[in-house]
């Protein structure tokens, strides 16, 4: 897996981005272990671990591994330069590719019916904006910083909190949470943030298990991914 320098995931308790920080990180039984150069990439395979390292660009991982199947997973909603000859399977995940010109398969992100469906033709639906629903709350869920600044988490993940409290600040402006629930996600302390970027959520559901296992979409997507693998290779 690549990753960029400073990686901005809220659900930190369960992405693999973590190493990063920590040197490993464990979701869900699976292990990833940083490092440093695509040498030592085989060496870690050999120990059942991911291995993860700083490469936004992915080209020195390219050149070096060859891989045989290529997924762009950037949360950008658009095509960040990934190309349909970057691999004999290239898979593009959510808005902003087109199955059969910049990707060979595209896997549909948005939830509803359609989710992790195997796209070989088209598109995946365009990008709403609007987090998904979970207990009837949608927007209202999601933590965002009216200002820029250092991020200073207040409370932490699998906390409980209750509508009103102030679950972190931004250079002494509170962010305040609109919903009851539990925290399910939040940026690490000391990140520089943008005003107006998502900084963590709240789950209404209240169930701490949650903020420590994938969520049902990351499944489906994950799924979609692995049938995509498979149809390709046994054509």
Known sequence: ??????????????SFCEAIYEGEKEV????AKFISHPYQIKSIWKEGKIPILIDPEGKETKDFLKP???IDAIMAKKNLGTKI????L???????FTAGKDVRIVIETNRGHDLGKVILNGRAEPDTGIPGEISGYSVERVLRTMKGGIFKPQKSIGERVTK?????????YPI???????IRGLLREGTEVKKGMKVGDVDPRGKVDYCFTISDKARAIGGG???????????
């Not at 305040?176 to 539990?182: A, C, M, Q, R």
């Not at 049938?227 to 054509?235: K, S, V």
Request: charged share 20%; no cysteine.
């Open 176 to 182: 305040i949470t609109e919903i009851s629930g539990v």
């Open 85 to 88: 000859d970057d691999a004999p």
């Open 28 to 31: 869900e039984g699976v292990r």
């Open 68 to 70: 045989d199947i290529y």
């Open 164 to 172: 009103g409290t102030v679950v972190a600040v931004v250079d002494n």
């Open 90 to 96: 290239v898979i593009g995940l959510g808005p902003g």
């Open 225 to 235: 991914v692995l049938e995509a693998i498979l149809y390709w290779f046994n054509r």
């Open 1 to 14: 897996m690549l990753e960029i320098a400073n990686p901005l995931a809220v659900r930190r308790e369960v």
